[in-house]
Structures are given as structure tokens and as C-alpha cells.
């Protein structure tokens, strides 16, 4: 199974902060699994203009692709003016519709306050469901106030992001199981 | 319907066409190589004339896993090939063209061809020719407005002085040669949506509209809305040809249709789109009501005139050989739409 992390910011220490510590769990806990960390903040990405994703050159094409490869994404996203960041909402303008059908995608999200707890709920599962993703319902939501120079010092978050990321992997087996019995009963 | 050389009392034209994609042949891996894949081409067209397909289209896609780009010289090549089935494109990349050159180019077909050639013009659903062309996407709605009407007026005038944006002016410019009756039938490609179709509606000009897959009845809202945009620019809607265009396989059953199309279609989609299809959807697909034309040649038979009712069209066209599908597979479908299909069709379809 291969395994993206996504911080889908190129700026701030909080959204990669969570993912440095999604993937060190899925380290530990599924060494069989590939894991890859896309920290956003480390390329140099180009708007979307309508070419497929397969086109572009450089760190365009190597993140399109890595994610496009992957069985489950694990998206990180800080808050701004109440929303997702540009950079991420270009990481699904760069991709094709339909492109995390088969796909299982999860959510860890930063914020200043608590007054965005619903954002993702309200933005970003809609985007995530119009492009066709297995999304796992729960997402871990962190403050401000549960890090301490970039480390997460609120226990309650370390419990969820564990398991997070053990619900984002059954996921993908679940619907592995699935996709496979569905297969079997068509004869093309 | 006789500007554009259609005549209703001989019922729905059947076309092929080709994109002239260089796939590799999905259970083999291998991938024929470019010469081979335009001559075999060139040999579809005439197995298509000699089992009665009226249409024989040849389109352009300037990146990988393309051969046709020069799909113009392709159509030359038919055009001396064949000798009464008609040639088109499908569709000229019009917007990284001079309309001046496209024109050229098919009445010189046309001659070739003693009055066969027809341009279907479009904007392409690659952007890959841009580029390559140096053509600013910036540009893509405009650029294509302004050279279609240009053709349209090239077409219809033997003297043309006209001016725009995207091309030096033409003062009294005689475009040479003519076509053999004096003019070509020009046809705008249309993607799904209706965004499109209405445009080609209030210029008045038949419309190719691709109905690749998926239920039949979700591209009704186009042509609805193409015949009243015409009808709201003056024109009479029951005087311009409308033409459907989807993925074809047909088999001896429905079981053998679906096996021998699944690899192609999804090898191809996964190459050129960078996603397969659907199994589940795949599933789907022999139902009459779904546009994708996959099935046994009756399931074939009433989905087309299941569509016929739908949109009252004058042409389909069939892409037989998407994702890299061997000849002897080609052959066969061609058998089986001239022997079967075609006769089923015209009969039900023309208007004594």
C-alpha cells in the first residue's frame, strides 16, 4: 500500500509539525506500508492550466504523480481566512476529475481557533467527494494551543492521530475487499 | 441538409473515425510501430468504403501516443485510396491553425476526393498542440471563435476581406483552390456540455457533439439547447446535421464485447488521462440507455436507435480502434457494422 502525507502549506510550522508525526506513526506501526511525506513548503509547484497532470515538468509533475500513484492520502491543512490554503486547493486543480476514485483520503487540520472547526467539513469534504475519494469520516482537528515549539504537547491529539491513520489504512483495505468482490463478479 | 451533402431519405449516416492513437496493445504490451499504424489506418478506410460506412474521419493530437498530427496529409492519402465513402476530420485542432492553410489544405482533399472532404473544427481536449504550436491557452475561447468564423466566411465567399486579432488582415484574398461544388461542409466539434453547443447553435453551423460514455439522455440538454440557440439566430434547426460520436466495440455477444473492449479503453484512458475506467461503470455500459457503444450487435442496434430518438441525429460516428486495438479487431468490427448494423439502421432510419 503506498501512503501519501500531504502538508498542504508552504508556509507555517503546525501543518507539518502534525504530519512529520502522521508519518512517524505510520512508520512504526505499518513498516510493510511505502510512506511518502509531501510537504508542499519544499516544492516549487505551478498553477493549473489545464494540461493533464502527466505534463507539467519538474516538482509539478513529481507530486501530481506521487499522489496520483497512492492507494490513501493523508491530507494536513492549516486554516487561512477560514478556508484551505491556495497552495493546496491548486494540488486539486492540478488533478484530473475523478482523480481519487479508488482512493482513500483523511484529514488533520490546524487552526488559530476553534471557531474553524467545521471548515473541512463545510470545504474541503466537498471538494475531496466531488473528485470521487473514500473519505474517512473523523478528522483530528488541532489548535494552537496543542503545540508547544513545533511539538504536539496535547495527549488527546497523539490518541487521534493514532488513530486516524489506523482507520485511514482499514479503510483501504475495506474498500480493497470490496473493489476485488465487485471485480470478481463481472467476466471482462 | 444538401448544403452539407446530407440527405435525410437515405436515413443516418454511419461514420468511423480515428484519433490516430499509438497505444500499446494493452495484452501484449508491444505498440505497432507509427508507419504501420497510419497505413493500417489508410487500409480501415477502405475495408470501412467497401462495407458501406458513409464517414471516414481522421483527427489531430500534437503529444505522445499520437500518430496523426499531420491528419490532413492522412486524409490525402484516403482520399486517393477511396473513392466514394466521405472524408472528414475529427476534429481539425483549428485554434493552432491559419484558417487560410486549413481551407487549402481540404479543397485540396476535396479535389482529390472528386468532392468528399469535410472539416470538422475544434479546440481540441488536449492542450498539448498549444504549446507545441505556440498558441497562448490564454487565448483558447477567443483564438477559436475568430479563426471558426473566418473559415465559415472563407467558405462562403470567393473574395474575402476580413479582419481580427489573431491574423493579418485578408484584403480581397481569392483562396485557392475551391472546393469542386464551391464550398465544404464545415461542422464545430462540441464536448458534452451544452456551453459549447450553444455557440455552435447561434452560428449556425452542424455540430459534432462527442457523446463518449455514461447515460445517453445527459447530452440531450445539448442538443436541445444547440437547436434552440440556432433557431434563436435565425436559422431553422431542421436544415443543419447534427452528429453523435462515442467509443464503439461490438461482439458476437455481449460477454465477448465487454472482454475485448475492457483492456482497450481502459488502457487508453489510464495513457492519454491518466485514470482507467471504471469497472463498475464499464458494467453498465451494454444498457441501452448508455452511451457507450459496447455490446452484442443487437444491444448495439438499439442503443443507436435509442440515441436516434433522443437526439433525431443525421450522422454517428464510431471510434473503433481507441487504445491501441489490433487490426484483425478492426476488421471485425467493420464486418459486423457493415453485414449487421448498418442495414438495421438505415432501415429503421430513412425517410421514404
Same mark, same amino acid.
Given at each position: 500500500m503506498k501512503i501519501v502525507a500531504l502538508a498542504g502549506s508552504n508556509v507555517g510550522s503546525k501543518t507539518k509539525t502534525a504530519m512529520l508525526k502522521v508519518t512517524d506513526i505510520l512508520e512504526h506501526k505499518y513498516p510493510q506500508h511505502e510512506v511518502t511525506l509531501l510537504d508542499l513548503a519544499d516544492y516549487s509547484l505551478e498553477f493549473s &492550466? @489545464?494540461?493533464? *497532470?502527466?505534463? *507539467? &515538468? @519538474?516538482d509539478t509533475k513529481y507530486v501530481t504523480e506521487t499522489i496520483m500513484a497512492a492507494d490513501a492520502i493523508i491530507i494536513g491543512t492549516p486554516t487561512f481566512q477560514a478556508s484551505i490554503p491556495a497552495t493546496l486547493k491548486n494540488i486539486f486543480d492540478l488533478l484530473p476529475v475523478n482523480a481519487f476514485r479508488d482512493k482513500v483520503v483523511s484529514n488533520v487540520v490546524t487552526a488559530g481557533?476553534?471557531?474553524? *472547526?467545521?471548515m473541512v467539513e463545510q470545504q474541503l469534504k466537498p471538494i475531496l467527494a466531488y473528485m470521487k475519494a473514500h473519505i474517512v469520516p473523523t478528522y483530528v482537528f488541532i489548535e494552537e494551543k496543542d503545540f508547544l515549539r513545533k511539538e504536539i504537547v496535547n495527549d488527546d491529539i497523539h490518541f487521534r492521530l493514532d488513530r486516524l491513520v489506523e482507520d485511514t489504512v482499514l479503510t483501504v483495505e475495506a474498500f480493497e475487499a470490496i473493489r476485488k468482490k465487485k471485480d470478481e463478479e463481472y467476466d471482462f | 441538409m444538401e448544403k452539407y451533402r446530407i440527405e435525410p431519405s437515405k436515413g443516418m449516416e454511419f461514420g468511423l473515425y480515428s484519433l490516430g492513437d499509438h497505444i500499446?496493445?494493452?495484452?501484449? $504490451?508491444e505498440r505497432v510501430s507509427a508507419e504501420q499504424r497510419i497505413k493500417e489506418l489508410i487500409e480501415a478506410s477502405k475495408l470501412a468504403e467497401q462495407a458501406g460506412i458513409d464517414v471516414f474521419g481522421v483527427g489531430e493530437s500534437h503529444q505522445t501516443?499520437? !500518430? !496523426?498530427?499531420a491528419h490532413t496529409v492522412v486524409l490525402g492519402a484516403i482520399a486517393q485510396a477511396t473513392s466514394k465513402i466521405k472524408i472528414t476530420s475529427s476534429a481539425t485542432v483549428l485554434s493552432v491553425s491559419d484558417p487560410v492553410r486549413v481551407y487549402e489544405d481540404f479543397s485540396t482533399i476535396d479535389l482529390i476526393s472528386g468532392g468528399r472532404a469535410e472539416i470538422v473544427a475544434g479546440r481540441g481536449s488536449r492542450v498539448g498542440a498549444y504549446q507545441l504550436l505556440g498558441v497562448d491557452l490564454q487565448d483558447y475561447e477567443e483564438i477559436f471563435e475568430e479563426k471558426l468564423e473566418l473559415l465559415m466566411k472563407i467558405n462562403e465567399e470567393e473574395s474575402v476581406t476580413w479582419q481580427g486579432e489573431f491574423r493579418a488582415p485578408l484584403q480581397n484574398a481569392q483562396i485557392l483552390p475551391q472546393p469542386k461544388n464551391g464550398s465544404l461542409p464545415i461542422w464545430r466539434a462540441v464536448g458534452g456540455p451544452p456551453a459549447s453547443a450553444i455557440k455552435a447553435g447561434y452560428m449556425g453551423i452542424p455540430m459534432m457533439l462527442t457523446t463518449l460514455g455514461g447515460p445517453a439522455i445527459n447530452f440531450k440538454p445539448s442538443v436541445d439547447a444547440y437547436r434552440e440557440a440556432a433557431e434563436r439566430s435565425g436559422?431553422?434547426?431542421?436544415t443543419l446535421p447534427i452528429a453523435t460520436t462515442s467509443l464503439f466495440y461490438v461482439g458476437d455477444t455481449t460477454k465477448e464485447a465487454l472482454q475485448g473492449m475492457y483492456p482497450h479503453i481502459n488502457g487508453g484512458f489510464q495513457a492519454i488521462r491518466g485514470g482507467g475506467y471504471p469497472k463498475q461503470q464499464f458494467a453498465q455500459?451494454?444498457? !441501452?440507455?448508455?452511451?457507450?457503444?459496447? $455490446?452484442s450487435t443487437q444491444e448495439i442496434i438499439e442503443k443507436m436507435l435509442y440515441q436516434y430518438e433522443l437526439y433525431g441525429m443525421q450522422r454517428f460516428m464510431a471510434q473503433v480502434d481507441f487504445g491501441g486495438v489490433p487490426f484483425e479487431k478492426i476488421m471485425k468490427n467493420i464486418e459486423i457494422i457493415g453485414n449487421d448494423i448498418i442495414p438495421a439502421i438505415k432501415k429503421y432510419t430513412a425517410k421514404s
Open positions: &492550466d @489545464g494540461r493533464n *497532470y502527466f505534463e *507539467y &515538468d @519538474g481557533t476553534a471557531k474553524h *472547526y467545521l | 500499446p496493445n494493452p495484452l501484449t $504490451g501516443y499520437f !500518430t !496523426t498530427q436559422f431553422d434547426p431542421a455500459a451494454p444498457d !441501452t440507455r448508455d452511451a457507450l457503444m459496447v $455490446g
